[in-house]
């Protein structure tokens, strides 16, 4: 079983490193009344790294607004050497709307690229492949391996469950043998001198596939 992970992983920014750079002031006018906004935020002003729909709201009244239009799609990375792109992924997930990022193997990532989006995204922690199996066995998704390897289907030419979980791989080695015994195997058709792409890179390519055959993209902002 999934374990949620607490930890968040190693220490990274807290918002935006420019403090007064983006965001807005302090609230203008009588506060609104509605309970989502946060006093703090209506009296300081929000500089945080979210959209201007969410500007003075609470932590979690964003999450809880985010968890009514989350997309059926989750995302997992395997993190048996501390890959470094685990936080470009949960930014990239954030962005997207997943429903949630699994990370497998340790616990601790660094959370510097996530830019804060850790705060409002569902994570889970599974110790090895097993587990985050049997999380997607219990839930009927279907997991979809992302690795350059012969049998592969090109994800170009593919369309995507819609309830699924994409598993990406780890900088350098790739997928563990055990990951890529998955449902389903897809590659990204590449065309220059390397074998490879990097694992953040290949992760926002894959979930934007899955936006472009399945998302309302009339609910983008």
Same mark, same amino acid.
């Given at each position: 079983m999934a374990e949620q992970d607490d930890a968040r992983g190693e220490p990274g920014p807290t918002e935006w490193e420019v403090p007064g750079a983006v965001g807005v002031g302090p609230w203008e006018g009588p506060w609104p009344e509605d309970e989502r906004y946060d006093p703090e935020l209506l009296a300081h002003g929000d500089r945080r790294n979210v959209v201007d729909a969410y500007r003075y709201w609470r932590? #979690?009244?964003?999450?809880?607004?985010?968890?009514? +239009? $989350? /997309?059926? *799609?989750?995302? =997992?990375? #395997?993190? *048996?050497? /501390?890959? /470094? %792109?685990?936080? +470009? !992924? !949960? $930014?990239? =997930? %954030?962005? *997207?709307a997943a429903a949630a990022v699994h990370i497998v193997g340790k616990r601790r990532w660094n959370r510097r690229g996530a830019m804060v989006t850790d705060r409002y995204q569902h994570l889970h922690h599974h110790p090895d492949v097993a587990s985050l199996r049997a999380f997607a066995d219990e839930r009927g998704l279907v997991i979809v391996a992302v690795d350059n390897t012969p049998g592969a289907h090109r994800i170009e030419t593919v369309e995507l469950p819609r309830e699924c979980l994409l598993l990406f791989g780890q900088e350098g080695p790739g997928l563990t043998d055990e990951a890529r015994q998955a449902a389903m195997l897809v590659s990204i058709a590449q065309f220059g001198s390397t074998r490879s792409i990097n694992a953040g890179v290949a992760a926002g390519i894959v979930m934007h596939t899955w936006i472009r055959q399945h998302a309302q993209l009339d609910a983008a902002w």
């Open positions: 932590r #979690e009244a964003i999450v809880a607004d985010l968890d009514r +239009t $989350r /997309h059926p *799609f989750h995302v =997992a990375m #395997e993190n *048996f050497q /501390h890959d /470094h %792109n685990i936080g +470009t !992924v !949960v $930014r990239t =997930a %954030n962005s *997207f």
